[in-house]
């Protein structure tokens, strides 16, 4: 039997995941759950194979962690050491890391603790806190692969800018993470490391085009995680997943350093942000990390705007948005919804509801903006090594026009992109809405290969307006959504190609986390991320 | 005889400002200066076709005028008359006008004044301010032709929200100037309304592409204009005529409602900012008024950065750079240099060099993004009336790669043009210094028709730095700045092209100003006019 030249050379990129994997937390095969055990967000608990400190560690935040490091109860060491035992076991079970670092983490850890015993200080903010790292955010001398096996010999020769300001900030990077092939997939799949699970249910994905991050927040692989969003690529992933996941505005967070086929495309801005395992404080503690340091006097096309201490405030109105006027959330979705908004409503808050405003539109402007060569630059990307195209990159280039765009037609998008935008934000301040509350994606987690619809979290994405996904601390339970079939009449064939899916079988969908979204206005990231967390105190519910 | 079609379209545009003269305020041709007396500039005081009173409310700055309407020493409808006359009159000599609003610009006049009389307060921060507004910045119910034959019939649906702004803050807006053809020479020729000339030599040209408000500036039609600027439309003209102008970073002051044939290109993002007749205090003033009035809450695109209060600190350092390594200034602007390092240094401000860092690449960039498309967009604007095409905006055009730039293409440039803004902020950093002290041009005002080098000002637009110009009160003289032929090798050709346009004549040049550019970090706008304004205060001389 003969390898294809492309299958070489995506063995290297496996080979480089294998050789890295710390094999002394490697559990014995015997010892995992079956193949066919859905659920394994549990097994750590319940598998006895950690102490009970190991998952107190875990369960933790990065502020609780910072505080016990800050006491010294906690040593950076003992912490990253728990999280590489817990992410080794996860990417057993769920395939999600591209390589471990793990003795230049430890390492890293035991440099900080000696800086704390000498001087009984924290080295920053994030001292001692454990971050995964999607893999196409170079880090120096290792492969920067982007999820295309033509790349994987490409190695980064610097930090990405945002890695060099988490680690001042003391930050430990220990396992770098999944992606899809092309980074256009809400789904996390390659022809390098394969596919990416959900730890709620292992028939579904983790999500994408951060689907490895996903992963790592929901099976508590690190508290904090970094990931990139051009229509979703945060938010569904952390939503999938049942964690917390931030998309800044865009030139807030440093990009310089990260890698992607369609660098360069300033259409629609790809951002980088954090996800987080445990709450919206520890978002909010990425972000100041990293924007008190002014990121902007190195990569100058960043907004100098400081990051602002908001205190949450009770005095706000949230729209609701039940249905984005294109294709009708699940059942699921809506139950998280009224959930919330009786919760709110108990809370004192100002609740209306959210009539969408064109999203048929924005989702034309962005699908065109995202390939307007054509997706020439990832098709190229992907034939360069031979690889196979898969599914799911072939079905987000299809959104693109066919013959891509002219330079004046994506000036003309440009323009429609700009009015839409001025619309958009015209149309909040006439209804006085602050935040509007939605659906994370049209239903809970996809199942594997079947995301395809994105435009619940793409529409904040052409709008360039900072939103932020959170657990309800819902499942999906099929006794409680169920498939509703009557009269129901598809406004187009999305609609009636995402509904099939829930119809097909609730049971489908079991146990996955019901997430919801909020979006502010653009760059009140702090404003928005300080409303998620007042929600999340009112809204999310422990079962 | 017949005309053209074109001709027949042009004549259109042409009747709308000849309509609109007021005709109380034309001066007989017999008492106008001879069509080759060259500086008409001071024309206004020896002539004696104005009263005393009318001199001295023309040449003050917005600020006096603000202080004498504020203590009811001066009504707006003294103030706007007075510039309408000496408007109408630099009209009669230079051409600079598109269109008058004499009448809407008197009854707002009288409005304000109402207003003062019944509050014993002025309405904002320019309450009767005279501002003359570039004509391609649009303007409710009137033409809309941005210098293009094709366009005259096209009426603008609404007030350019900068318009709207500063109508709020209280400006009257009695005039629109001449821009040339395509928006994109440094010169001031268009199809429709003809040529514009500079006050201070009428072989010259009073620069562009906002060679109107030059000429309005250098004529002191206004204390106020405003200018648009992709590569030095507001500067040249300003600097070309005695004046202030003020390129403020991109994404600060509103654009919609600004009509351009590449409108919608971001790669190079063109800027509108004002320019101002007496002093930067006014520049300054312009910016809070409109800035102050969080235009971003309306324009989402816009950076949400308050206008700042600077104060000016001698504690910066200054460096000059005396040549940009690609095209050696002339005489005049070396020696505008010479006088500023030795005031400065008297002074006790710390000057060094500057080493110019790329610049040949730095207009590589920007010449090529401009015209991406190859020029299509201005070709067909042009076309589409089958105007003839002029020369400069031929050599403007010629700039551009001749097939264009694929999307891919475009991509890298734009990366290109990253790399460069962040190295060039680096060594900025790294020297130590705070501003860039250079020629605004590579030469005093150029000959009608020569403008054809302009990485004096372009280099700050590829890096978006805020840049000023301002006068030093020098003017060009052949006696002090005679042609220098001795063993000069030039480094390219357009260098010999630039330095034989001075050989050719040092008299050619006669009276012109010579001005210098400041330029600041990128969004340090605030922090670059309080410095261009300490620096006026050291460097600029009676004469």
Redesign the interface.
């Known amino acids: 039997m003969t390898l294809h030249t492309w299958q070489l050379q995506a063995q290297k990129g496996k080979a480089i995941l294998d050789n890295s994997i710390p094999k002394q937390w490697l559990i014995p095969v015997d010892q995992l759950p079956a193949a066919d055990q859905l659920n394994v967000e549990d097994f750590p608990r319940k598998s006895g194979l950690f102490s009970a400190e190991e998952l107190r560690i875990t369960e933790m935040s990065a502020s609780a962690l910072l505080a016990e490091m800050g006491a010294g109860k906690l040593t950076a060491e003992e912490v990253v050491v728990a999280f590489l035992k817990r992410a080794v076991l996860g990417h057993q079970l769920l395939n999600f890391a591209t390589e471990f670092m793990a003795e230049r983490a430890i390492s890293r850890a035991k440099q900080l603790d000696e800086h704390y015993k000498q001087t009984g200080k924290l080295v920053g903010p994030l001292h001692g806190v454990p971050i995964s790292v999607k893999e196409h955010i170079g880090i120096k001398g290792l492969t920067c692969n982007t999820g295309y096996v033509a790349w994987v010999d490409q190695i980064a020769t610097e930090d990405a800018l945002l890695l060099q300001l988490l680690e001042k900030a003391g930050a430990v990077f220990h396992v770098r993470t999944n992606q899809p092939q092309s980074l256009m997939h809400l789904c996390c799949s390659n022809n390098i490391t394969g596919t990416t699970l959900n730890p709620y249910n292992r028939n579904l994905t983790p999500g994408g085009s951060s689907g490895g991050e996903g992963a790592s927040m929901g099976f508590k692989c690190a508290p904090l995680g970094i990931g990139t969003d051009i229509g979703g690529s945060i938010r569904c992933p952390a939503a999938f997943c049942g964690a917390y996941g931030f998309r800044p505005s865009s030139?807030r967070n440093p990009m310089?350093g990260l890698k992607s086929a369609?660098?360069?495309?300033?259409?629609i801005k790809a951002v980088v942000g954090p996800l987080a395992s445990q709450s919206i404080e520890d978002l909010e503690l990425f972000q100041s990390a990293v924007i008190d340091q002014e990121p902007?006097?190195?990569?100058?096309?960043l907004?100098?705007?400081p990051w602002k201490r908001v205190t949450p405030t009770k005095d706000i109105t949230i729209a609701i948005m039940w249905d984005d006027g294109c294709v009708r959330p699940h059942p699921p979705m809506t139950r998280g919804l009224k959930h919330a908004k009786a919760r709110l409503e108990a809370a004192g808050i100002k609740v209306v509801d959210w009539e969408p405003y064109r999203h048929d539109h924005g989702w034309e402007i962005i699908s065109t903006l995202y390939y307007?060569?054509a997706a020439?630059?990832q098709y190229q990307a992907i034939a360069k090594s031979g690889e196979p195209i898969l599914p799911l990159s072939q079905w987000a280039f299809s959104y693109g026009r066919a013959r891509?765009?002219?330079?004046?037609e994506?000036?003309?998008?440009?323009?429609m992109r700009?009015a839409f935008?001025?619309e958009y934000?015209?149309l909040m301040?006439e209804r006085g809405v602050d935040f509007i509350l939605s659906p994370s994606f049209n239903g809970v987690a996809a199942v594997l290969g079947e995301s395809h619809y994105w435009n619940y979290t793409a529409i904040w994405n052409v709008l360039?307006l900072p939103s932020v996904v959170f657990p309800t601390g819902l499942v999906q339970d099929a006794a409680l959504d169920p498939v509703e079939e009557s009269a129901f009449q598809a406004r187009g064939e999305a609609e009636a190609r995402e509904w099939a899916k829930y119809s097909a079988g609730a049971d489908r969908y079991h146990g996955a986390p019901i997430s919801l979204q909020l979006a502010g206005r653009?760059?009140h990231d702090e404003e928005t991320l300080a409303a998620a967390k007042l929600l999340v105190g009112i809204i999310k519910t422990d079962g």
Chains 1, 2 share one sequence.
């Not at 902007?296 to 096309?301: A, D, L, V």
């Not at 891509?404 to 004046?408: H, Q």
């Not at 994506?410 to 323009?415: A, D, G, L, P, Y």
């Open positions: 030139l310089n369609a660098s360069g495309q300033e259409s902007w006097e190195t990569e100058t096309s907004v100098p705007l307007p060569d020439l630059v891509g765009l002219s330079i004046a994506n000036w003309e998008f440009n323009k700009e935008r001025d934000r015209a301040n360039d653009r760059y």
